[in-house]
Structures are given as structure tokens and as C-alpha cells.
């Protein structure tokens, strides 16, 4: 099992800037700008403190690199906006899910209530725009912007699907692609554009974080299968108990193995959903489906590795080799 200590030796080209980036995250809620008052401020530094993988700044600061450029502030603020972005989404995304835990904690909806929630959120989301503004790059504040919308484009769109037999991989691979690969994407192009890579390096990565981060979700989905809810801190079977069929759903409703129990939980009435829930759980685990997943997972590392073949060897290439294979290897 890959733990922090591994990934943090992962980190140690950019361990400095990582320390500045979340001195920034910090600072957010420290604000003397006029407007938040110590009520807003407290319920900020508690949302802004829990403990996240930094992956996605450290793919910016770590693409910066590739070309012997040592990230400055530019670079420094885009990372921060990455990660705000990130623990944004989170914000929106439990609130919407009605979680009560994310890695541990209790979310801002259970501690606050759905309505602080969604404007804490809202605070980050706008708060992560004013850092990338400050790299005064027009292209980089424009994918930015693309980037938010894509992220609500997933979250709808999984709304939207959600309790419907007839959801295909199709739109689930959008879905993922919109709600987690989009911002991965966005973080590994980032930093190649302030790294000032030529045109193809910029396209190498932002594959790289493409491929990266469709792997992230699919083994995500396929951990809500296989981890326990310690290690998730977070409820197992989270996304099937709220109706949303995820990669090992899918393919075991496309195989047949479990189409019949999915079926029935998703038309069943709320008395008869624990039963059903747990028939259908067990029905997924006992198919191929959870093996076949982790293939279709392994299938975009390797793609995400062949995208980085083409840019020049260095500490914070082999970073990023390494950062992949933990991703891939992680139990939880």
C-alpha cells in the first residue's frame, strides 16, 4: 500500500512551492479585505484545512519544471487556484450528494446546512478565479472559466442520469471526464504553458492530465467497491445508494450479471431500497465487473505514461512517472 510518506518523497522536487500554495489556501480565510466576518472566516479555515492529496497542484508545479524554469509566483498562484477549484467542488459536490463525511471530517453541509454550503462554495470558486487572474494570461483564465463550467456540466449531468437504468458508458466517461479528468487536464496544461513549453509539450501534458485523471475517477469508482469505510472516510456503495451507476455498475448491467438486482434497486421504493441496495452491491462484487474496471483504469495510465515519453528527462519528469503509478496503486 501506497501511503503520504511515499507520496510526500513523490514531492520533493516542488516540496517548498507545495508549502506555499497551501500558505495561500490558509491565507483565504485570513482575509482583512472588507466583507467576511469571524462567523464566515472560522467556517472558511475549517473547509480549507482538511487534508487533501495535493495531486493537482503539484502536477502544475511539477509540469512548470520540465523545461529547468524554477516556478515563480505566476506559477505558485495557478496551483493555488487548481487546488481551490478542487476543495470547491468538494464543497458543492457533498452538499449535493447529502454527504456527512469527506476523508474523515464532517462536510459543510452536515456541520452548517446545505444553504451555507453552497455559498461557501461559491466563496472558493470565486476566490480560485481572482489567483488565476493574477498570472495575467488571458489563455489561462479562459480554460479556467471552461474548467468550472465543465465541472458543473458533470455535476448536473450526474443528477440528471441519476436512477436510470439506461446509463451508458458513453455518458458516464463524459461525466467523469467533466467532473475530475477536465480540472487534471487543466492543472498539467497549466503548468506547461507557464513552464513556456513549445505548442506539442503543451498537448503532451494536458493528455497527461487527461488520461491521469480519467484513471483517478475509474479507480475511485472501482474503490467505492473494494475499500472500507475507514479507509475511505467516506460511506462505501456511496454513489449506487444515491443512484448514480458508476463504471462497475455499467458494465455489470452490459454484461447481465447483475442487471437484474441494479434494475430493482433503481425502481424500488424507499422502504425496499436497503435490501435492494445491498443486493445489488453484491451482485457487482461478484461479477467481473470491479476486474474489468480496473483494466479500463490501467489502460488510461499507460496512455497517460506514453504522453510524457516525448518531454525532456528530469527530476520533475521521473515526479510525475512516480505520481502516476501511486495514483494507480492507491488503496484508498
Known amino acids: 500500500m501506497l501511503g503520504a510518506d511515499v507520496k510526500d518523497r513523490i514531492y520533493v522536487p516542488i516540496a517548498d512551492d507545495l508549502d506555499k500554495v497551501i500558505a495561500n489556501i490558509a491565507a483565504v480565510a485570513e482575509t482583512d479585505a472588507p466583507g467576511p466576518t469571524p462567523e464566515i472566516e472560522a467556517r472558511l479555515a475549517r473547509v ?29 498562484k495557478m496551483a493555488t487556484a ?26 459543510a453541509s452536515n456541520l452548517w446546512g446545505g ?41 448536473l449531468n450526474e443528477i440528471l442520469e441519476s436512477w436510470l437504468p439506461e446509463t451508458s458508458r458513453e455518458l458516464y466517461l463524459q461525466r467523469i471526464y467533466d467532473k475530475t479528468a477536465s480540472l487534471f487536464s487543466t492543472s498539467a496544461e497549466s503548468g506547461a504553458v507557464l513552464g513556456e513549453s513549445d505548442e506539442d509539450s503543451v498537448a503532451s501534458l494536458r493528455q497527461y492530465g487527461y488520461n491521469l485523471g480519467m484513471a483517478y475517477q475509474v479507480l475511485d469508482d472501482l474503490l467505492d ?8 472516510g467516506k460511506p462505501t456503495a456511496n454513489d449506487l445508494s444515491n443512484g448514480v451507476l458508476t463504471l462497475p455498475a455499467i458494465l455489470a448491467m452490459e454484461s447481465g450479471d447483475a442487471r437484474p438486482e441494479i434494475s430493482a434497486y433503481l425502481a424500488s421504493s424507499d422502504s425496499d431500497r436497503p435490501r435492494l441496495l445491498s443486493a445489488a452491491y453484491d451482485a457487482i462484487c461478484q461479477s467481473d ?10 489502460d488510461y495510465v499507460v496512455t497517460a505514461l506514453e504522453s510524457l515519453e516525448s ?22
Open 225 to 232: 467497491y473494494e475499500a472500507s469505510s475507514e479507509q475511505l
Open 48 to 76: 480549507l484545512a482538511t487534508p487533501g492529496k495535493r495531486i493537482r497542484p503539484a502536477i502544475t508545479l511539477l509540469a512548470s519544471r520540465l523545461w529547468g524554469r524554477i516556478p515563480d509566483e505566476r506559477t505558485i
Open 82 to 107: 487548481v487546488e481551490l477549484l478542487h476543495i470547491a467542488s468538494l464543497i458543492h459536490d457533498d452538499t449535493v450528494d447529502s454527504a456527512d463525511t469527506r476523508r474523515g471530517h464532517a462536510t
Open 311 to 332: 518531454l525532456p528527462e528530469s527530476e520533475s519528469k521521473e515526479a510525475l512517472i512516480q505520481l502516476t503509478g501511486y495514483i494507480r496503486d492507491r488503496q484508498f
Open 115 to 155: 444553504n451555507v454550503a453552497v455559498l461557501l462554495g461559491d466563496f472558493v470558486f470565486a476566490t480560485s478565479a481572482t489567483f488565476v487572474c493574477d498570472t495575467n494570461s488571458v489563455r489561462l483564465i479562459r480554460r479556467f472559466a471552461q474548467t468550472i463550467a465543465e465541472l458543473a456540466r458533470g455535476e
Open 289 to 298: 465487473a470491479l476486474e474489468r474496471s480496473r483494466v479500463i483504469a490501467n
